[in-house]
């Protein structure tokens, strides 16, 4: 497009403008309204839309999170072990799962919750790991972490 005068530069938006237009409107398609026909105030609602998507992508994930949080202890609370105390006994166990997939099996798969619910206890059992949640009192004993190092060193040698 060839403009002989600035004023009518100006004044062309052409395409650019009906591709932004179009755009928003897509975007308001589904509302109702001038919210969806009228671009000033589609405008302003699809931005607000969006805005809300955005922070919903983080709130949806910290919702599910707290589901799979509730349903592990709530399975541990059936099965007599704390949370804290199943993670770190599977860990000793080397049986490596998530959130999601404990959530999962506590809530439709019962008799396998039930197992490693066991096998994370037998485990502990084994360690003799005493479970950190009993609210005990420290021994006063203060303890430097190079001479333990050393010394578990120097029975590793023997």
């Not at 026909?37 to 609602?45: D, E, P, W």
């Amino acid at each position: 497009m060839v403009f002989l005068t600035v004023a009518n530069w100006v004044r062309a938006r052409g395409p650019d403008e009906f591709w932004r237009k179009r755009r928003i409107f897509r975007l308001a398609a589904h509302y109702i309204g001038r919210r969806r026909n009228c671009y000033s105030v589609a405008v302003r609602n699809v931005h607000r839309a969006l805005v809300y998507a955005t922070k919903a992508r983080k709130l949806k994930k910290q919702d599910m999170k707290d589901l799979w949080n509730t349903r592990i202890l709530a399975a541990c609370e059936q099965h007599n072990i704390t949370a804290f105390s199943l993670k770190e006994g599977l860990d000793r166990a080397n049986i490596m799962l998530d959130r999601k997939s404990l959530a999962d099996l506590a809530a439709w798969e019962p008799q396998t919750f039930k197992c490693l619910a066991a096998v994370a206890q037998e485990k502990l059992r084994l360690d003799g790991f005493i479970d950190g949640t009993d609210k005990k009192e420290p021994t006063g004993i203060n303890l430097n972490l190079k001479d333990v190092m050393l010394e578990a060193w120097l029975k590793e040698k023997k």
